[in-house]
Protein backbone atom coordinates (compact mmCIF):
# COMPACT_ATOMS: atom_id res chain seq x y z
CA UNK A 1 0.00 0.00 0.00
CA UNK A 2 1.06 3.79 -0.38
CA UNK A 3 0.69 6.08 2.72
CA UNK A 4 0.64 9.70 3.30
CA UNK A 5 1.69 11.05 6.61
CA UNK A 6 1.48 15.03 7.57
CA UNK A 7 0.76 16.39 10.70
CA UNK A 8 -0.21 19.50 9.96
CA UNK A 9 -2.58 18.62 7.24
CA UNK A 10 -4.13 16.28 9.66
CA UNK A 11 -4.12 18.88 12.35
CA UNK A 12 -6.26 21.45 13.51
CA UNK A 13 -6.22 23.88 10.71
CA UNK A 14 -9.36 23.93 9.03
CA UNK A 15 -9.52 24.00 5.40
CA UNK A 16 -6.19 22.28 4.97
CA UNK A 17 -6.80 18.76 4.88
CA UNK A 18 -10.49 19.60 2.97
CA UNK A 19 -8.11 20.67 0.27
CA UNK A 20 -5.03 18.05 0.19
CA UNK A 21 -7.51 14.95 0.77
CA UNK A 22 -8.17 14.58 -2.62
CA UNK A 23 -5.10 15.29 -4.30
CA UNK A 24 -3.67 12.54 -1.99
CA UNK A 25 -6.29 10.15 -3.50
CA UNK A 26 -5.32 11.45 -7.14
CA UNK A 27 -1.82 10.90 -6.56
CA UNK A 28 -2.35 7.59 -5.62
CA UNK A 29 -2.51 7.09 -1.64
CA UNK A 30 -4.20 4.40 -0.53
CA UNK A 31 -4.09 5.00 3.70
CA UNK A 32 -3.25 8.29 5.37
CA UNK A 33 -2.00 8.52 8.64
CA UNK A 34 -3.73 10.36 11.71
CA UNK A 35 -3.13 10.25 15.69
CA UNK A 36 -5.73 10.46 18.51
CA UNK A 37 -3.37 12.44 20.43
CA UNK A 38 -4.22 11.25 23.96
CA UNK A 39 -2.74 14.68 25.71
CA UNK A 40 -5.01 16.90 23.60
CA UNK A 41 -8.21 14.49 23.90
CA UNK A 42 -7.79 13.82 27.27
CA UNK A 43 -8.81 16.92 30.01
CA UNK A 44 -6.98 18.44 32.18
CA UNK A 45 -3.37 17.96 30.69
CA UNK A 46 -1.18 19.40 33.17
CA UNK A 47 -3.08 18.27 36.27
CA UNK A 48 -1.73 15.75 38.72
CA UNK A 49 -4.55 14.50 39.67
CA UNK A 50 -7.72 13.00 36.68
CA UNK A 51 -10.69 14.74 36.74
CA UNK A 52 -13.17 13.27 39.21
CA UNK A 53 -15.70 10.43 38.09
CA UNK A 54 -13.47 11.14 34.85
CA UNK A 55 -14.19 7.37 33.09
CA UNK A 56 -11.52 7.33 29.84
CA UNK A 57 -13.34 4.38 28.80
CA UNK A 58 -16.21 6.13 27.74
CA UNK A 59 -15.73 8.08 24.79
CA UNK A 60 -19.03 10.10 25.37
CA UNK A 61 -17.76 11.81 28.24
CA UNK A 62 -18.72 15.32 27.92
CA UNK A 63 -14.13 15.94 29.12
CA UNK A 64 -12.87 14.32 25.92
CA UNK A 65 -12.28 16.38 22.49
CA UNK A 66 -12.89 14.90 20.01
CA UNK A 67 -13.99 17.56 17.86
CA UNK A 68 -10.66 17.61 15.32
CA UNK A 69 -10.37 13.44 15.04
CA UNK A 70 -13.99 13.22 14.08
CA UNK A 71 -13.21 15.97 11.48
CA UNK A 72 -10.17 14.23 9.79
CA UNK A 73 -11.26 10.91 10.01
CA UNK A 74 -14.37 11.87 8.06
CA UNK A 75 -12.48 14.13 5.38
CA UNK A 76 -10.14 11.20 4.99
CA UNK A 77 -13.41 8.28 4.30
CA UNK A 78 -14.89 10.88 2.11
CA UNK A 79 -12.01 10.80 -0.23
CA UNK A 80 -11.60 7.03 -0.16
CA UNK A 81 -8.50 7.17 2.23
CA UNK A 82 -8.03 4.41 4.61
CA UNK A 83 -7.26 6.42 8.31
CA UNK A 84 -3.95 4.85 9.44
CA UNK A 85 -5.00 5.23 13.14
CA UNK A 86 -2.00 5.84 15.92
CA UNK A 87 -3.18 6.12 19.49
CA UNK A 88 -0.42 7.59 21.20
CA UNK A 89 0.24 9.31 24.50
CA UNK A 90 2.14 11.08 25.87
CA UNK A 91 -1.03 11.57 27.85
CA UNK A 92 -2.31 14.45 30.48
CA UNK A 93 0.28 14.22 33.61
CA UNK A 94 -2.48 12.21 35.68
CA UNK A 95 -1.72 9.69 33.33
CA UNK A 96 1.95 8.76 34.47
CA UNK A 97 2.54 6.62 37.02
CA UNK A 98 4.56 9.16 38.99
CA UNK A 99 3.32 12.67 38.04
CA UNK A 100 5.10 14.61 40.85
CA UNK A 101 8.46 14.08 38.23
CA UNK A 102 6.19 16.83 36.21
CA UNK A 103 6.72 14.46 33.31
CA UNK A 104 3.90 12.69 31.01
CA UNK A 105 6.21 10.90 29.17
CA UNK A 106 7.40 9.23 32.42
CA UNK A 107 6.27 5.22 32.71
CA UNK A 108 2.57 6.60 31.79
CA UNK A 109 -0.63 4.15 33.32
CA UNK A 110 -0.96 1.23 31.26
CA UNK A 111 -4.54 0.75 33.08
CA UNK A 112 -5.39 4.17 31.92
CA UNK A 113 -3.76 4.20 28.35
CA UNK A 114 -5.85 0.85 28.10
CA UNK A 115 -8.65 2.55 28.73
CA UNK A 116 -8.35 5.40 26.64
CA UNK A 117 -7.34 3.21 23.67
CA UNK A 118 -11.09 1.29 24.33
CA UNK A 119 -12.61 4.97 24.13
CA UNK A 120 -10.72 5.27 20.56
CA UNK A 121 -11.95 2.52 19.24
CA UNK A 122 -15.36 2.56 20.25
CA UNK A 123 -15.72 5.62 19.12
CA UNK A 124 -14.47 4.76 15.22
CA UNK A 125 -15.39 1.19 14.99
CA UNK A 126 -16.68 1.30 11.88
CA UNK A 127 -14.63 3.58 10.32
CA UNK A 128 -10.84 2.54 11.29
CA UNK A 129 -9.38 -1.06 10.55
CA UNK A 130 -6.07 -0.83 11.83
CA UNK A 131 -4.28 0.84 14.51
CA UNK A 132 -0.84 1.64 15.72
CA UNK A 133 0.02 1.54 19.42
CA UNK A 134 2.28 4.35 20.32
CA UNK A 135 4.80 6.45 18.37
CA UNK A 136 8.59 5.89 18.19
CA UNK A 137 8.63 4.48 21.71
CA UNK A 138 12.36 3.91 21.51
CA UNK A 139 12.48 7.93 21.78
CA UNK A 140 12.66 10.00 24.82
CA UNK A 141 10.54 12.67 23.38
CA UNK A 142 7.54 9.97 23.75
CA UNK A 143 8.81 7.67 26.23
CA UNK A 144 10.69 8.12 29.38
CA UNK A 145 13.07 6.58 30.96
CA UNK A 146 14.57 4.71 27.90
CA UNK A 147 17.39 3.29 30.12
CA UNK A 148 17.94 1.82 33.26
CA UNK A 149 21.94 3.12 33.96
CA UNK A 150 23.51 2.25 36.95
CA UNK A 151 27.47 2.05 37.74
CA UNK A 152 28.04 3.18 34.08
CA UNK A 153 26.40 -0.11 32.74
CA UNK A 154 22.85 1.08 31.33
CA UNK A 155 20.10 -1.33 30.05
CA UNK A 156 16.81 -0.84 28.17
CA UNK A 157 13.65 -0.39 30.00
CA UNK A 158 11.39 1.59 27.19
CA UNK A 159 10.23 -2.20 25.65
CA UNK A 160 9.22 -3.51 29.00
CA UNK A 161 7.04 -0.25 29.63
CA UNK A 162 5.87 -0.07 25.99
CA UNK A 163 5.07 -3.98 26.37
CA UNK A 164 2.68 -3.52 29.08
CA UNK A 165 1.05 -0.36 27.06
CA UNK A 166 0.82 -2.31 23.79
CA UNK A 167 -0.59 -5.47 25.27
CA UNK A 168 -3.22 -3.28 27.54
CA UNK A 169 -4.22 -1.41 24.35
CA UNK A 170 -4.14 -3.90 21.89
CA UNK A 171 -6.83 -6.03 23.99
CA UNK A 172 -9.18 -3.01 24.71
CA UNK A 173 -9.02 -2.57 20.57
CA UNK A 174 -9.77 -5.99 19.58
CA UNK A 175 -12.55 -6.31 22.62
CA UNK A 176 -14.31 -3.09 20.99
CA UNK A 177 -13.47 -4.32 17.30
CA UNK A 178 -12.92 -8.26 16.49
CA UNK A 179 -11.54 -7.28 13.08
CA UNK A 180 -9.12 -4.68 14.07
CA UNK A 181 -5.34 -4.72 12.80
CA UNK A 182 -3.38 -3.65 15.70
CA UNK A 183 0.19 -2.78 14.55
CA UNK A 184 3.26 -2.35 17.41
CA UNK A 185 6.05 -0.57 17.32
CA UNK A 186 6.30 2.88 15.03
CA UNK A 187 9.89 2.44 15.68
CA UNK A 188 13.02 5.30 15.08
CA UNK A 189 15.35 4.32 13.03
CA UNK A 190 18.38 5.34 14.91
CA UNK A 191 19.63 5.13 18.33
CA UNK A 192 22.34 4.94 20.71
CA UNK A 193 24.51 1.75 20.57
CA UNK A 194 26.59 2.67 23.67
CA UNK A 195 24.31 4.53 25.97
CA UNK A 196 25.23 6.93 28.74
CA UNK A 197 22.21 8.57 29.85
CA UNK A 198 18.30 7.11 30.55
CA UNK A 199 17.09 9.35 27.91
CA UNK A 200 19.07 8.19 25.33
CA UNK A 201 17.15 6.48 22.23
CA UNK A 202 17.06 2.54 21.57
CA UNK A 203 18.37 1.04 18.65
CA UNK A 204 15.13 -0.35 16.94
CA UNK A 205 17.33 -4.08 17.01
CA UNK A 206 18.54 -3.74 20.90
CA UNK A 207 15.00 -2.65 21.52
CA UNK A 208 12.90 -5.40 19.37
CA UNK A 209 15.44 -7.95 21.61
CA UNK A 210 14.63 -6.25 24.55
CA UNK A 211 10.70 -5.99 23.41
CA UNK A 212 10.20 -10.10 23.17
CA UNK A 213 12.58 -10.66 25.58
CA UNK A 214 15.33 -12.65 23.26
CA UNK A 215 18.99 -12.70 23.81
CA UNK A 216 21.43 -11.13 21.07
CA UNK A 217 21.34 -14.81 19.79
CA UNK A 218 17.64 -14.43 19.59
CA UNK A 219 17.37 -17.13 22.26
CA UNK A 220 14.55 -16.26 24.89
CA UNK A 221 15.86 -14.85 28.26
CA UNK A 222 13.93 -14.09 30.69
CA UNK A 223 16.12 -13.16 33.49
CA UNK A 224 16.22 -9.82 33.55
CA UNK A 225 13.42 -7.76 36.26
CA UNK A 226 11.61 -6.78 32.43
CA UNK A 227 11.25 -10.22 31.67
CA UNK A 228 10.35 -12.08 34.88
CA UNK A 229 6.19 -11.65 34.50
CA UNK A 230 6.52 -11.73 30.98
CA UNK A 231 3.51 -12.32 28.48
CA UNK A 232 4.15 -12.65 24.82
CA UNK A 233 2.31 -9.60 22.95
CA UNK A 234 0.41 -9.99 19.89
CA UNK A 235 0.58 -8.22 17.27
CA UNK A 236 -0.84 -7.30 14.03
CA UNK A 237 2.46 -6.34 12.74
CA UNK A 238 5.29 -4.28 13.27
CA UNK A 239 5.15 -0.26 12.02
CA UNK A 240 8.93 1.43 11.55
CA UNK A 241 10.03 4.50 10.78
CA UNK A 242 12.89 3.54 7.95
CA UNK A 243 15.23 7.08 7.99
CA UNK A 244 18.20 6.94 5.88
CA UNK A 245 19.07 10.55 6.78
CA UNK A 246 21.24 11.93 3.52
CA UNK A 247 22.04 8.27 2.43
CA UNK A 248 20.68 6.89 -0.98
CA UNK A 249 18.33 4.36 -0.34
CA UNK A 250 20.79 1.35 -1.49
CA UNK A 251 23.24 1.86 1.18
CA UNK A 252 23.04 -0.22 4.13
CA UNK A 253 23.03 1.68 7.35
CA UNK A 254 26.67 1.09 9.18
CA UNK A 255 25.26 0.51 12.39
CA UNK A 256 23.92 -3.24 12.55
CA UNK A 257 21.39 -2.18 15.37
CA UNK A 258 19.74 0.13 13.09
CA UNK A 259 17.41 -0.66 9.59
CA UNK A 260 17.00 2.08 6.82
CA UNK A 261 15.12 0.77 3.69
CA UNK A 262 17.45 -1.60 1.95
CA UNK A 263 17.70 -2.98 5.66
CA UNK A 264 14.57 -4.83 5.73
CA UNK A 265 16.18 -8.75 6.87
CA UNK A 266 18.08 -6.79 10.00
CA UNK A 267 14.07 -6.43 11.19
CA UNK A 268 13.05 -9.82 9.66
CA UNK A 269 15.58 -11.87 11.38
CA UNK A 270 15.46 -10.51 14.59
CA UNK A 271 10.87 -10.42 14.13
CA UNK A 272 11.52 -14.35 13.30
CA UNK A 273 14.24 -15.32 16.23
CA UNK A 274 11.93 -13.91 18.73
CA UNK A 275 8.17 -15.84 17.10
CA UNK A 276 10.55 -18.59 17.18
CA UNK A 277 11.44 -18.17 20.77
CA UNK A 278 7.84 -17.57 22.02
CA UNK A 279 8.39 -13.64 22.59
CA UNK A 280 5.97 -12.29 19.98
CA UNK A 281 2.75 -13.75 18.72
CA UNK A 282 1.19 -13.12 15.13
CA UNK A 283 -2.46 -12.09 15.93
CA UNK A 284 -3.80 -12.92 12.59
CA UNK A 285 -2.30 -16.52 12.50
CA UNK A 286 0.05 -17.89 15.27
CA UNK A 287 3.13 -18.62 13.34
CA UNK A 288 2.96 -17.01 10.12
CA UNK A 289 5.54 -14.56 9.54
CA UNK A 290 4.90 -11.09 10.79
CA UNK A 291 4.90 -8.42 8.30
CA UNK A 292 6.45 -4.36 8.56
CA UNK A 293 4.46 -1.22 7.44
CA UNK A 294 6.82 1.93 7.04
CA UNK A 295 4.47 4.36 8.15
CA UNK A 296 6.66 7.52 8.12
CA UNK A 297 10.12 7.64 5.45
CA UNK A 298 10.94 10.59 3.41
CA UNK A 299 14.18 13.18 2.63
CA UNK A 300 15.20 16.54 4.05
CA UNK A 301 15.75 18.69 1.48
CA UNK A 302 17.98 21.74 0.14
CA UNK A 303 16.57 23.79 -0.14
CA UNK A 304 15.76 24.55 2.36
CA UNK A 305 17.47 22.38 4.86
CA UNK A 306 21.15 23.39 4.10
CA UNK A 307 22.27 21.24 6.93
CA UNK A 308 20.50 17.92 6.68
CA UNK A 309 18.95 18.19 2.89
CA UNK A 310 19.78 16.19 -0.18
CA UNK A 311 18.82 17.86 -3.58
CA UNK A 312 15.77 18.18 -4.70
CA UNK A 313 16.69 16.04 -8.10
CA UNK A 314 18.31 13.17 -5.59
CA UNK A 315 14.93 13.29 -3.01
CA UNK A 316 12.75 12.46 -6.44
CA UNK A 317 15.47 10.20 -7.84
CA UNK A 318 15.73 8.20 -3.92
CA UNK A 319 12.26 7.84 -3.68
CA UNK A 320 11.35 6.42 -6.37
CA UNK A 321 14.63 3.90 -5.85
CA UNK A 322 13.20 3.44 -2.32
CA UNK A 323 9.84 2.39 -3.61
CA UNK A 324 11.42 -0.04 -6.00
CA UNK A 325 13.40 -1.54 -2.93
CA UNK A 326 10.41 -1.62 -1.13
CA UNK A 327 8.65 -4.13 -3.94
CA UNK A 328 11.39 -6.27 -3.37
CA UNK A 329 10.66 -7.20 0.37
CA UNK A 330 7.53 -8.97 0.29
CA UNK A 331 7.04 -8.78 4.45
CA UNK A 332 6.87 -4.51 4.10
CA UNK A 333 3.13 -4.04 3.32
CA UNK A 334 3.55 -0.18 3.01
CA UNK A 335 5.28 2.49 2.37
CA UNK A 336 4.19 5.85 4.17
CA UNK A 337 5.33 8.96 2.51
CA UNK A 338 6.36 11.69 5.07
CA UNK A 339 5.43 14.78 4.27
CA UNK A 340 2.94 16.21 1.56
CA UNK A 341 4.12 19.63 2.56
CA UNK A 342 7.34 20.92 3.93
CA UNK A 343 6.34 22.26 7.48
CA UNK A 344 7.71 26.01 8.42
CA UNK A 345 11.29 26.76 9.06
CA UNK A 346 11.65 26.98 13.03
CA UNK A 347 14.94 28.73 13.98
CA UNK A 348 15.62 27.10 17.13
CA UNK A 349 19.76 28.34 16.63
CA UNK A 350 22.87 27.79 14.43
CA UNK A 351 23.64 24.46 12.18
CA UNK A 352 20.94 22.17 12.30
CA UNK A 353 18.88 23.68 14.89
CA UNK A 354 18.02 26.31 12.24
CA UNK A 355 15.89 24.26 10.10
CA UNK A 356 14.25 22.29 12.68
CA UNK A 357 10.86 20.90 11.26
CA UNK A 358 10.20 18.33 8.62
CA UNK A 359 11.30 19.78 5.49
CA UNK A 360 10.83 16.26 3.75
CA UNK A 361 7.66 16.98 1.68
CA UNK A 362 6.78 16.57 -1.71
CA UNK A 363 5.62 20.42 -1.57
CA UNK A 364 7.46 23.33 -0.12
CA UNK A 365 6.11 25.08 2.62
CA UNK A 366 4.75 27.37 -0.20
CA UNK A 367 3.33 25.11 -2.15
CA UNK A 368 5.23 24.99 -4.97
CA UNK A 369 5.95 21.42 -6.31
CA UNK A 370 9.18 19.81 -6.01
CA UNK A 371 10.47 17.37 -8.61
CA UNK A 372 9.35 14.56 -6.19
CA UNK A 373 5.53 15.86 -6.43
CA UNK A 374 5.05 14.80 -10.52
CA UNK A 375 7.30 11.65 -10.50
CA UNK A 376 5.44 10.63 -6.95
CA UNK A 377 2.08 9.24 -8.90
CA UNK A 378 4.78 7.12 -11.50
CA UNK A 379 7.97 5.86 -9.61
CA UNK A 380 9.65 4.27 -12.16
CA UNK A 381 13.40 2.75 -11.23
CA UNK A 382 15.45 1.44 -14.41
CA UNK A 383 19.05 0.08 -14.70
CA UNK A 384 21.10 -2.88 -16.29
CA UNK A 385 21.41 -6.20 -15.71
CA UNK A 386 25.20 -6.97 -15.48
CA UNK A 387 26.79 -8.94 -18.57
CA UNK A 388 23.21 -9.39 -20.44
CA UNK A 389 23.26 -6.28 -22.67
CA UNK A 390 19.13 -6.14 -20.87
CA UNK A 391 17.88 -2.91 -19.03
CA UNK A 392 15.54 -4.13 -15.92
CA UNK A 393 12.63 -1.79 -15.98
CA UNK A 394 10.29 -1.15 -13.06
CA UNK A 395 7.35 0.99 -12.21
CA UNK A 396 4.14 1.48 -10.94
CA UNK A 397 1.17 3.37 -11.96
CA UNK A 398 -0.37 5.22 -8.63
CA UNK A 399 -3.29 4.81 -8.24
CA UNK A 400 -3.38 0.73 -8.22
CA UNK A 401 -5.30 -1.11 -10.73
CA UNK A 402 -4.61 -3.01 -14.16
CA UNK A 403 -3.37 -0.17 -16.83
CA UNK A 404 -1.49 -0.27 -19.75
CA UNK A 405 1.51 0.97 -19.88
CA UNK A 406 3.96 2.18 -22.58
CA UNK A 407 7.65 2.01 -22.48
CA UNK A 408 9.38 4.85 -24.68
CA UNK A 409 13.60 4.75 -25.29
CA UNK A 410 15.62 7.42 -26.33
CA UNK A 411 19.28 7.12 -27.86
CA UNK A 412 21.58 10.08 -28.26
CA UNK A 413 19.46 13.07 -29.52
CA UNK A 414 16.67 11.12 -31.02
CA UNK A 415 12.89 11.38 -30.25
CA UNK A 416 11.74 8.87 -28.17
CA UNK A 417 10.33 6.15 -29.38
CA UNK A 418 7.82 3.02 -28.17
CA UNK A 419 9.12 0.15 -27.66
CA UNK A 420 7.13 -2.42 -25.95
CA UNK A 421 3.42 -2.06 -24.19
CA UNK A 422 3.08 -3.83 -20.74
CA UNK A 423 -0.15 -4.52 -18.80
CA UNK A 424 0.37 -3.59 -14.61
CA UNK A 425 -0.75 -5.81 -11.89
CA UNK A 426 -3.54 -5.16 -9.91
CA UNK A 427 -1.65 -3.01 -7.76
CA UNK A 428 -0.18 -1.22 -10.92
CA UNK A 429 3.34 -2.35 -11.32
CA UNK A 430 4.89 -3.69 -13.65
CA UNK A 431 8.44 -5.44 -14.62
CA UNK A 432 10.03 -5.76 -17.47
CA UNK A 433 13.26 -6.60 -19.33
CA UNK A 434 14.44 -4.89 -22.76
CA UNK A 435 17.71 -5.56 -24.72
CA UNK A 436 20.18 -2.50 -24.43
CA UNK A 437 22.62 -2.75 -26.91
CA UNK A 438 23.82 1.44 -26.08
CA UNK A 439 22.78 3.85 -23.51
CA UNK A 440 19.86 4.86 -23.84
CA UNK A 441 17.00 6.82 -21.78
CA UNK A 442 13.74 4.98 -20.68
CA UNK A 443 10.33 6.89 -19.62
CA UNK A 444 6.49 5.20 -19.50
CA UNK A 445 3.48 7.02 -19.78
CA UNK A 446 0.08 5.85 -19.24
CA UNK A 447 -3.40 7.40 -20.58
CA UNK A 448 -5.44 6.83 -17.72
CA UNK A 449 -9.14 7.45 -18.68
CA UNK A 450 -8.59 9.67 -21.41
CA UNK A 451 -5.66 9.59 -24.43
CA UNK A 452 -5.11 12.83 -23.97
CA UNK A 453 -4.23 12.98 -20.32
CA UNK A 454 -1.00 11.04 -20.42
CA UNK A 455 1.09 10.99 -17.82
CA UNK A 456 4.96 10.60 -17.57
CA UNK A 457 7.57 8.79 -15.67
CA UNK A 458 10.69 10.61 -15.32
CA UNK A 459 13.48 9.20 -17.55
CA UNK A 460 16.68 7.30 -16.76
CA UNK A 461 19.64 6.75 -18.62
CA UNK A 462 20.89 3.22 -18.43
CA UNK A 463 24.22 1.95 -19.92
CA UNK A 464 24.64 -1.68 -20.63
CA UNK A 465 27.62 -3.41 -18.27
Same mark, same amino acid.
Given at each position: ?159 ? $? ?6 ? *? /? !??? @?????? &? %? ?55 ? $? ?6 ? *? /? !??? @?????? &? %? ?63 ? *? ?142
Amino acid at each position: MVGISDPVATGPTTGLLEALAPRWRAAGVDWASVTADWREIAPEKDSKAPPAGFDGADPSSLLYNWTNLDRVIRLLRENKLAPLLTVTGPGPLWTSTDPERGSARYRPDPAMFAAFAKAVSLRYRTQVARYIVWYEPNDAANLRPQFYCAKGACSPRSPE $IYRALFSG *A /A !ASI @RAADGG &A %EVFAGALAARGRSAPEDSDDPVTPVAWLRAFGCVDGDGLADRSSPSCDQFEAPEVNG $IAYHPDQR *A /A !APS @RHLRNT &A %EAGINDTSRLTRVLDAIQLSGGIINAAQAGAPIDLYYSEWGYQTNPPDVFSGISLSNQSRWLQEG *AKIVYGQPRVKLLGQYLWRDQPVIDLGQGVDAYSGGQSGLYGFDGVAKPAASAFPNPFWATSLVGSREASLWGQVRPGGVHTVAIERRIGSNRYRQVAQVETDAQGYFRVRLPLATTARFRYWWAGSSAKARRYSDSILVRPR
